[in-house]
């Protein structure tokens, strides 16, 4: 885990996200780094029927 104060000091901002908002979505260009600072977050994706697949939470 990169330093809140290092992350600032290059420019970082910290943003808040409510319990349904999504983040990140597959086949999107990744063009930030996120780091959780409190709280957790799913990473999931879903198959071709729907289904959830829980890749992890953190």
Excluded: H, P
């Excluded at 000091?9 to 999107?28: I, L, R």
Aim: charged letters at 25%; glycine letters at 8%.
């Amino acid at each position: 885990m990169i330093a809140t104060e290092l992350l600032e000091k290059y420019g970082a901002v910290k943003k808040f996200f409510n319990k349904s908002d999504v983040v990140f979505e597959e086949g999107n260009l990744a063009t930030y780094y996120y780091q959780i600072i409190s709280g957790e977050i799913k990473m999931s994706n879903y198959n071709d029927d729907g289904r959830e697949c829980i890749q992890g939470i953190f």
